[in-house]
């Protein structure tokens, strides 16, 4: 013990690391906006690069038409979900109520969550943030979807369905 000290001795721990344990979970409000600023900062660019990649790089380019599925597999109303060789992106072929078809992607044009038909509406719904399409055209009807739903173009041959890129207007 030092003899001209007042302070009391400490033990070896606390000479090596002299951090005051108060200090060293104290987090000023200056580093937490700055956390908050960097995570949103990080999730808008996220958001952005995912809406950005889907109009930019679109994934699937069907040559010539695909077959999806025979029509006996789908009954009015019903949805058929399918993939097209070459492509991850999720579709979705619907038989509409009144009897013709329709097919689109089912990745939601907003944030890319996935998207059902609701037959009792005749319309499409994102449940993520309540975002909702016209099942014949595929447009926005509510909801903070920016972008129609991308659209096959369905081919029916006899008793099999099959889809094909839609003609540029
Ligand atoms: S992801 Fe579909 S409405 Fe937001």
Not at 83 to 103: E, Q, Y
Request: net charge negative; charged share 20%; proline share 10%.
């Amino acid at each position: 013990m030092n003899p001209n000290s007042t302070l009391p001795e400490k033990s070896a721990p606390e000479v090596d690391f002299p951090i005051e344990r108060v200090e060293a979970e104290h987090v000023s409000r200056r580093e937490f906006t700055k956390f908050l600023c960097l995570v949103s900062g990080g999730m808008a660019v996220g958001s952005g690069w995912v809406a950005a990649k889907d109009r930019l790089f679109p994934e699937h380019r069907i040559q010539g038409e695909a077959l999806v599925c025979d029509t006996s597999a789908v009954p009015l109303g019903g949805t058929y979900p399918f993939s097209v060789p070459g492509s991850k992106t999720p579709f979705m072929l619907i038989h509409l109520n009144d009897g013709s078809w329709r097919a689109y992607e089912q990745k939601c044009t907003h944030l890319s969550c996935a998207v059902f038909y609701d037959p009792q509406t005749d319309k499409i719904q994102c449940p993520c943030h309540n975002g909702w399409f016209d099942a014949r055209t595929g447009i926005v009807l509510q909801g903070p979807p920016p972008r129609p739903l991308p659209r096959l173009e369905v081919v029916i041959k006899g008793e099999e369905v099959y889809v094909t890129e839609t003609k540029p207007a």
